[in-house]
């Protein structure tokens, strides 16, 4: 394996692809970094190259924000361009995003093989837009890197280990994958989120962070909420919002950094963000200081896949206002609780919060921290 096209584009790809495209380069891979444009704020996008020294995009497509159709449609032709320009031997592409489809799209469709990071996740709802790309994604990759062995089951299911599609099931201490076989290969490798996430919360200084956004160790609820079904429904926007009310009134501090679609929702409802003094609504933060404020609030709510584990790795408990989660373990372990868009589940569950208070066992759901490690290995086994 020598030249992997690497596909991303939203916030949380960027994160991921990080330390992935480090060792790709430090292994000897030519790799091309393309960068679909499709989040493009500074600190939805450049804040994340600076900070975690990621390259700077071979190619930019610039397709900026639009329906899926368009979106979606913009990035598969700008990608097949690039691929057949490129002639790459993989493309590589990350969790669940329009940016996922068009890329593990593009190539399979001019059968170039796709490797497929963060694979066989479900929420089994298909209204979901993300659950739309993970499902095709996951059907056109050829090779699958699980984060969990729930989601080595869920592929299990959908006959990945089946004679009949070729699948080949390898487990997470045996990355020997033969060479050029044409079979899916489905490799439990962990989490690389979890990898980079402990790493390089070593090394920021949370007093620092605590200290810009007046806030001290547990004694603050965080929260992101970016999800459609809550963005894009004004009833569910407006009981989270609030259930954050309530916790404020009960004299809790609230840390809301507003993902964009987000703060546009709540305009476009005329929802005012500075009606609550312990309610702190804030821009965006980079991903260290959002480690920070993770690893020391009392509790989470969110709907954000990401930011639900990230609280897991550092034992916070999560609220997630949602029906379902893709990350089932979490609540199964009692860990992450699925409240629905429920005004005095979300307020009376966050309220009771305690830093301490971590309802379980802790478990290793998500690897040893060397998710990249395997990721490469595989790859270079390919070669
Ligand atoms: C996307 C992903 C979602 C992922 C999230 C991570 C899809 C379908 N959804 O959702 O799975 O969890 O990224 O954050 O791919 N906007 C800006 N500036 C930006 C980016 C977005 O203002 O830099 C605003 C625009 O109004 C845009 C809206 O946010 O229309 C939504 O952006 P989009 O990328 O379409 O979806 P996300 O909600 O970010
Ligand atoms: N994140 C960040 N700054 C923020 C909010 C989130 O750095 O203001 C990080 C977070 O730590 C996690 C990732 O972004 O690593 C999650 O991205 P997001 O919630 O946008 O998407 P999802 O994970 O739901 O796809």
């Known amino acids: 394996m020598k030249k992997i096209v690497s596909i991303v584009g939203a916030r949380p790809q960027f994160i991921k692809a990080s330390r992935v495209c480090r060792q790709l380069r430090d292994n000897g891979f030519r790799e091309v970094l393309v960068h679909t444009g499709q989040h493009y704020d500074l600190n939805m996008s450049d804040i994340f190259f600076a900070e975690l020294g990621i390259p700077q995009p071979d190619y930019h497509l610039g397709v900026g924000s639009a329906s899926h159709g368009k979106q979606t449609g913009d990035m598969l032709s700008s990608i097949e361009q690039i691929l057949l320009r490129e002639k790459p031997d993989l493309v590589l592409v990350y969790g669940d995003t329009n940016s996922t489809l068009a890329g593990s799209l593009a190539a399979s469709k001019i059968h170039v093989p796709v490797a497929h990071v963060e694979a066989g996740l479900r929420s089994y709802n298909k209204s979901m837009p993300e659950e739309v790309n993970r499902v095709v994604t996951d059907h056109v990759s050829d090779i699958l890197f699980c984060p969990t062995e729930i989601s080595i089951n869920n592929l299990v299911k959908e006959g990945f280990d089946n004679p009949v599609n070729g699948g080949k099931l ?41 200290e810009r956004f007046g806030l001290a160790k547990n004694k603050y609820i965080l929260v992101t909420i970016h999800r459609a079904e809550n963005t894009d429904n004004p009833d569910n926007l407006r009981i989270i919002w609030e259930a954050l009310g309530e916790i404020a009134r009960a004299g809790i501090n609230v840390f809301f950094p507003l993902h964009p679609r987000t703060r546009k929702a709540f305009m476009e409802n005329s929802i005012p963000l500075d009606t609550e003094t312990n309610i702190q609504c804030a821009e965006p933060v980079s991903y260290s200081e959002m480690l920070v404020l993770e690893s020391n609030a009392s509790g989470i709510i969110t709907d954000s896949g990401g930011v639900q584990k990230e609280g897991f790795f550092f034992r916070v408990p999560c609220i997630i206002p949602r029906n379902e989660t893709e990350w089932v373990e979490l609540v ?52």
Not at 200 to 206: G, K, Q, R, S
Not at 348 to 355: K, N, S, Y
């Open 332 to 383: 199964e372990s009692g860990w992450n609780i699925l409240t629905g868009i429920d005004r005095e589940k979300i307020a009376g569950t966050a309220i009771g919060l305690a830093r301490g208070t971590g309802p379980g066992d802790w478990h290793p759901y998500y690897g040893d921290g060397h998710a990249v490690d395997r990721i490469v290995t595989i790859l270079k086994g390919l070669d």
């Open 170 to 210: 390898i487990d997470r201490d045996d990355p020997a994958v033969g060479p050029g076989s044409a079979m899916p290969l489905v490799a439990n490798v962990g989490d690389v989120m979890y990898d980079i996430a402990v790493s390089m919360c070593e090394m920021v200084n949370p007093g620092s962070v605590l």
